[in-house]
Each structure stands twice: as structure tokens, then as C-alpha cells.
């Protein structure tokens, strides 16, 4: 009898704590799930919080200023990217182009030097071809054509350039305008009103703070477009007055 009465006993705790430790498991696998959906859903809504804020604050800060800032961020953007093909297009391989040249004329003549770099692109290939052109005038007609075609090419290469600079100054003033005009209309509320009140002011503060802040960020984007289109036509002036000054040399040792 005491054999049967702890058998029981002894069964009826492990099925206890077989159920217990199944219900352990459900409840663990139900949390982890639900941590995962949660992780997950979290995700999309992190992802999509920042262009969502930024165009929340876009609103805010009033459609007629940030408008205007952003049609300036769009077309210096434009022109930015614009002048940067127009520049990688017009990068030659200025010493490959004269090694060419110098053979030209040693075994085809002049045609063969003006057929090269017409078939070149380029404002280097260019200012060869003008020089060529007038060799047959002498060598000082060469030189007077290349310096003259060689500031054409420097004009072309900055064409619109300028408008990139309006655009860099005239955000940041845009928004500059945005802020005082928050701030008279945050006054002209303390004024109806009678009464210092936060509330009163915190939209108009907000107003400019928000227009002041979008105008530098267009202003910072635009220079680094700028600082890099300068730099890559100071590169390209560069190797056009080194190439000039070596066609002229070469120009002189053909004559002879």
C-alpha cells in the first residue's frame, strides 16, 4: 500500500512539473514572438522618422520661405551637377594628346597634328587645333591664337558657375529674412495680447529658427558642389597652359 500510495505521488509530480515546464516554454516562445513583431514594426517606422520629420518641419516652418530656399537648393543643385559632366567630359589626357601631336608632325605634317585633335574632345584639343591652324602665319600668329582660344575655353568651362555663388548667398539670407519676420510676428502677438506668454512667442520663434537653419544647410550643400567645380577647373586651366606652352615649343622645333 505505502508502495502504491508513493508511486502515485511520485507520478503525479512529474506530470506537474512536465506542465509546468511546458507552460515555461509556451510563455517564453509567446514573449520572444512578440518582441520580434515588436522589433519589426519598430524598424519601418525608425527607418521613415527622419524623411517624416524633415518634412513636418518643412511644413513648419511655412511654405513661403522654405519654398523659396528649397527652389534654390534645386536649381544650384542642377547647375552643380550640370557643370561637373560638362568638366569630367572635358578632362583629356594632356600628355598622351601631345606625345600624339609632336608625332603628327614629324610624320604626316600639320593636316595629320589637325586631324588628331579634331578627332579629341576637349578644351586642350581645341586650343591645338587653333594653334595649328595658324602656324602656317609663323609661330608668334600660333602662340596669339592659342592665348586667345585659351580664354574662350576658361569662359566655357565657368559658364553658369556664378549662379551656383547667388544661390549659396542667397539661402542663408532667405532664411535670415525668415527669422526676422518669425520674430516681428512673435511681437506683434505679445503686443495684441498684452502679455508675456511663451506660448504666444514659441511659434514665431519656432518659424524662424526652422527657416534659418534650412537656409545653411542648402548653403553648405551648394559650397561643397562649388568648392569641388573651382577645383576641377583650376586642374583643367592648369593643363591647358602647360600644354599650350609645350605645343609652342614643339611648333618652334618643327619650324626648324
Known sequence: M????VSLVMSMFIA?????????????????????EEEQE???AESASFTQELKKRFIEGGP??????????????AIAIERIIFL?????????LTEGVEEALSSGGVEAAKELCRNTKGPVASIFYQGLDRVDE?????????????????GQLEKNVSWISLFIAL?????????VIGMIQAFDKIEAAGDMQPSLVAGGIKVALLTTVFGLVVAIILQVFYNYIVAKIDGIVN???DASITLVDILVAHKK
Open 239 to 241: 593643363d591647358m597652359e
Open 138 to 154: 609663323g609661330v608668334e600668329s600660333a602662340e596669339k591664337a592659342v592665348v586667345a582660344y585659351g580664354g574662350v575655353q576658361m
Open 2 to 5: 505505502k508502495k502504491l500510495f
Open 16 to 36: 506537474s512539473f512536465a506542465a509546468n515546464a511546458n507552460t515555461t516554454n509556451t510563455t517564453n516562445l509567446a514573449v520572444s514572438s512578440s518582441i520580434q
Open 88 to 96: 569630367n567630359l572635358a578632362s583629356t589626357n594632356t600628355k598622351k
Open 171 to 179: 539661402a542663408p539670407m532667405l532664411g535670415f529674412m525668415g527669422t
Open 64 to 77: 513661403g520661405f522654405m519654398g523659396i530656399v528649397l527652389i534654390c537648393l534645386i536649381l544650384g543643385l
Open 42 to 44: 519598430a524598424a519601418p
